[in-house]
């Protein structure tokens, strides 16, 4: 009979993860809660893989990585990478590979790729490449170097203890390095040259976004059922009349389109999520092509009524609002604010 729940608990667990109708998480501790009020396991083994060694690395790598992100250490490594591959997107993810497989090889896969993540988007930024190409092949590097050594994964390691207590003796160190090693090898150089183009590419909306004259903000548009843009290509459109603007997606419904690979119109009540500068998205807005989501009344770029106030406000690192979604922020419920666009440092 167990062994038919379990089988319910993951066909279900299945089903919510590809269709997404509830968050990744809330799904994951409904799988536990479930599995305690069947029977089959108790709390206490339920709970017992939080204090798993590889969950709270992973949790702690999550700190580091962040922590070098606000220090500078990722854009120093970023600049490294850049100096050495000058400047090349393909040497660059060759150095990136090589350096995410021989740290994979003595360190468990998992944080060596949460560390590179934030040095991939920096680097994609540099050199104007897509990122998408590129995370995948990094995680498959390290998967692919884990295997070259007893602990570059833990799988290694669960396989050495089974040998031993079976008398057949436990692994070496690198005893699987002979085999490891040129499988790493050729699976590297296959994803420098397949990835790029076998994985889509898509752009990173962060780029553009810093401190300086050509600074870009990220705005969500919603499309309104008398407006004139409808039934035009969204990439063509804004490219012709709005010169620093570009759109990111379009989103209807719950489906997500990118208008530079995906044949799509715009249709009402689209959302566009859109980069641009400044002026751009107040000349967009001051035209009533669009407007912004969640009907903003009150707010007037032309010059018949009380024209609004544009400011730019700075949340600090103790600010009570990091964290919060921003339609749920104190921001979003005063009438005399509208949130236009955000610019992230």
């Known amino acids: 009979?167990?062994?038919?729940?379990?089988?319910?608990?993951?066909?279900?667990?299945?089903?919510?993860?590809?269709?997404?109708?509830?968050?990744?998480?809330?799904?994951?501790?409904?799988?536990?809660?479930?599995?305690?009020?069947?029977?089959i396991l108790t709390p206490k083994e339920a709970i017992a893989g939080f204090a798993s060694p590889a969950v709270i690395t992973v949790g702690s790598m999550f700190l580091i990585s962040k922590g070098m992100i606000r220090?500078?250490?990722?854009?120093?490594?970023?600049?490294?990478?850049?100096?050495?591959?000058?400047?090349?997107?393909?040497?660059t993810i060759l150095l990136i590979l090589i350096i995410v497989g021989t740290a994979s090889a003595f360190i468990n896969n998992t944080p060596v790729v949460v560390l590179f993540i934030p040095i991939i988007l920096s680097l994609s930024c540099e050199l104007n490449f897509s990122p998408s190409k590129f995370l995948i092949p990094v995680s498959y590097a390290s998967i692919l170097?884990?295997?070259?050594?007893?602990?570059?994964?833990?799988?290694?390691?669960?396989?050495?203890d089974l040998s031993a207590k079976h008398g057949l003796g436990s692994l070496g160190m690198f005893e699987l390095s002979p085999l490891g090693?040129?499988?790493?090898?050729?699976?590297?150089?296959?994803?420098?040259?397949?990835?790029?183009?076998?994985?889509?590419?898509?752009?990173?909306?962060?780029?553009?976004?810093?401190?300086d004259e050509h600074r870009r903000y990220l705005a969500e548009l919603h499309v309104p059922r008398k407006s004139p843009i409808i039934g035009e290509n969204p990439d063509s459109y804004f490219t012709e009349k709005y010169a620093n603007m570009e759109v990111?997606?379009?989103?209807?419904?719950?489906?997500?389109?990118?208008?530079?690979?995906?044949?799509?119109?715009?249709?009402?009540?689209?959302?566009?999520?859109?980069?641009?500068?400044?002026?751009?998205?107040?000349?967009?807005?001051?035209?009533?092509?669009?407007?912004?989501?969640?009907?903003?009344e009150g707010i007037n770029f032309g010059d018949k009524q009380k024209?609004?106030?544009?400011?730019?406000?700075?949340?600090?690192?103790?600010?009570?609002?990091?964290?919060?979604?921003?339609?749920?922020?104190?921001?979003?419920?005063?009438?005399?604010?509208?949130?236009?666009?955000?610019k992230r440092r």
Not at 315 to 336: A, C, F, H, N, Y
């Open 1 to 39: 009979m167990a062994i038919w729940l379990v089988t319910a608990i993951l066909l279900v667990a299945m089903l919510l993860l590809i269709t997404e109708r509830l968050p990744v998480d809330l799904t994951s501790i409904g799988i536990m809660v479930a599995l305690i009020l069947t029977g």
């Open 71 to 91: 220090t500078g250490a990722v854009g120093f490594i970023s600049q490294k990478v850049l100096q050495y591959s000058r400047g090349g997107p393909t040497l």
């Open 145 to 160: 170097a884990g295997t070259c050594t007893l602990i570059g994964t833990s799988t290694n390691i669960i396989i050495s």
């Open 181 to 211: 090693v040129p499988i790493a090898l050729l699976g590297i150089f296959f994803l420098i040259f397949a990835s790029p183009k076998l994985m889509p590419g898509l752009h990173n909306p962060v780029c553009e976004l810093k401190d």
């Open 248 to 296: 990111l997606e379009l989103i209807r419904y719950s489906h997500v389109f990118y208008p530079d690979r995906d044949p799509v119109k715009i249709a009402p009540d689209d959302l566009l999520l859109v980069k641009g500068s400044a002026n751009d998205l107040v000349e967009i807005l001051h035209e009533e092509v669009v407007e912004l989501p969640l009907t903003e």
């Open 307 to 342: 024209e609004s106030l544009i400011v730019e406000l700075i949340i600090p690192p103790q600010s009570s609002l990091l964290g919060e979604r921003l339609v749920s922020t104190r921001l979003r419920r005063d009438p005399d604010i509208h949130i236009i666009a955000i």
